[in-house]
């Protein structure tokens, strides 16, 4: 624990001390990083900037090539290797429920002080400081807070990046956890310079074909599974081969199957190829609430929101899909 902890302080105030107190930072986000966690990384790294911090932004790697519906995203700055000064610099996971998503080994060498910023409801608090608020639409809404309670102004870089966050964890401010409050703060993040129609065109079009061909296989394939409460597909080396595209264009492909009809749960499951160790990645979806699937992620040692969840796993498709199936079973009919 650091000396400059309030106890008596809320988290976020404790948040506000800490980065001020501070000087050098590293940033962080999840594997397999999302629209919020790139934009609230790249938020977070603009704000630190604009209070005069040294901020560097670290991403593993292998996260590389980024999705394409983030590209646009301008991450040049992002390190693949902790830099040599790590051990006296302050971490902040941004969007990470908990640290195995994001096995920075040297960062528990080095036994960084670490602000863990999220709002997953499964966060499981590996900070020194926890900033998680469950209610909060998005990582990208926090650190927003963050830049009023800091008093920064708000850059349109800032307001680019974490309108992403914003527009992407909501369904484009359509899910459950949208209300009035994303909407104001969507506001005054149009009012800081976002381009909205520019920002949807970057999200969601600009599609390459190999990735609708893709996404054409994948809905061609639909398999229904527990008396039709899960809807699943399945998306194998060979649909890569002879759609031309590749596992980064599978972003976007469960909404589709989480809108079929009767679906409880929506299923994708992919192979990675030589991405990775694990042989495929499953990302799961609840359509009506009704099933918490990070409960069947964090089964097989993923994690994320009750109504969209992701693990990786190594289990042929069969004994996968009987999991699966399984799971949403056991749940529905405890
Ligand atoms: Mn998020």
Redesign the pocket.
């Known amino acids: 624990m650091s000396e400059t902890t309030d106890i008596g302080a809320t988290a976020i105030e404790r948040v506000v001390g800490e980065i001020r107190s501070r000087e050098r930072f590293i940033l962080t986000a999840h594997e397999g990083p999302?629209g919020?966690?790139l934009g609230?990384l790249l938020g977070m790294h603009h704000l630190l900037k604009q209070l005069g911090k040294d901020s560097v932004m670290f991403l593993a790697s292998k996260e590389f090539p980024l999705p394409i519906e983030y590209r646009f995203l301008p991450l040049e700055e992002v390190f693949h290797e902790a830099p040599a000064d790590m051990a006296d610099r302050t971490a902040i996971f941004l969007?990470c429920g908990n640290i195995d998503r994001m096995p920075v080994d040297s960062l528990a060498a080095e036994n960084v002080f670490t602000i863990n910023i999220d709002?997953?409801h499964d966060n499981t608090l590996f900070g020194d400081v926890n900033l998680v608020e469950v209610d909060a639409s998005?990582?990208a809404e926090i650190v927003y807070e963050l830049s009023v309670l800091l008093g920064a102004g708000i850059t349109p870089e800032m307001a680019s990046a974490l309108y992403v966050?914003l527009v992407t964890?909501t369904g484009k401010f359509m899910y459950e956890n949208t209300n009035a409050r994303t909407h104001r703060i969507a506001a005054d993040l149009i009012e800081a310079g976002v381009q909205v129609d520019e920002t949807y065109r970057r999200l969601y079009e600009h599609v390459p074909i190999e990735k609708l061909r893709l996404l054409s296989r994948a809905l061609e394939g639909i398999q229904y599974h527990c008396d039709d409460q899960l809807v699943l597909a399945y998306i194998a080396t060979a649909d890569y081969e002879a759609s031309g595209g590749s596992e980064e264009m599978t972003e976007g492909i469960i909404d589709h199957l989480r809108s079929v009809e009767g679906a409880r749960v929506a299923a994708l499951i992919r192979d990675l190829g030589d991405r990775g160790r694990a042989a495929r990645k499953v990302s799961l979806r609840s359509s009506d609430g009704e099933v918490d699937v990070s409960a069947i992620a964090r089964e097989r040692g993923g994690g994320g929101h009750k109504r969209a969840a992701g693990f990786s796993t190594d289990l042929e498709l069969e004994p996968l899909v009987s999991f699966l199936c399984g799971e949403v079973s056991r749940q529905l009919d405890p």
Request: hydrophobic residues 10%; charged residues 35%; glycine residues 10%.
């Open positions: 999302d919020d966690a609230s969007d709002h997953h998005s990582t966050g964890d």
